[in-house]
């Protein structure tokens, strides 16, 4: 049980950082380049670079290579299924409300 607690602060601990938090949640949708992440998060691809060479590296993320870019997309089915839950609970429910507002707003 100590070795599951252990595996799991450390995901709980990556999922702290808003950056890789908000590019997980991006790769629920799919798998994405480097620079598509980067334009969805508004970050510059040195950056994204960085923060997916750490999720690489916790083993969350893996990567694929088509020509010149590299494809990125979750690695774990833990991870995945977390992410989805994430996803549906929080990001999912934040654009119905948004666009409700949006809709409610309008002439």
């Known amino acids: ?10 995901l ?7 950056n890789r938090l908000m590019i997980l949640c991006q790769l629920v ?3 994405k380049s480097v620079g ?16 997916l060479s750490l999720l690489r590296k916790d083993g969350l993320v893996a990567t694929r290579r088509e020509g010149q870019a ?17 996803y549906d609970t929080y990001c ?9 507002v949006d809709n409610d707003t309008r002439p």
Not at 3 to 8: D, F, R
Not at 12 to 18: A, I, N, Q, T, Y
Not at 70 to 86: E, G, P, S
């Open 36 to 51: 598509t992440l980067a334009g969805l998060l508004g970050m510059r691809d040195a950056s994204m670079s960085q923060q």
């Open 12 to 18: 709980m601990k990556v999922l702290s950082s808003e």
């Open 92 to 100: 999912s429910a934040n654009r119905q409300n948004e666009e409700t």
């Open 29 to 31: 949708e799919g798998e």
């Open 70 to 86: 590299i494809y990125y997309a979750l690695a774990r089915d833990d991870v995945a299924q977390l992410m989805r839950f994430l």
């Open 1 to 10: 049980m100590q070795q599951t607690v252990t595996e799991v602060s450390r």
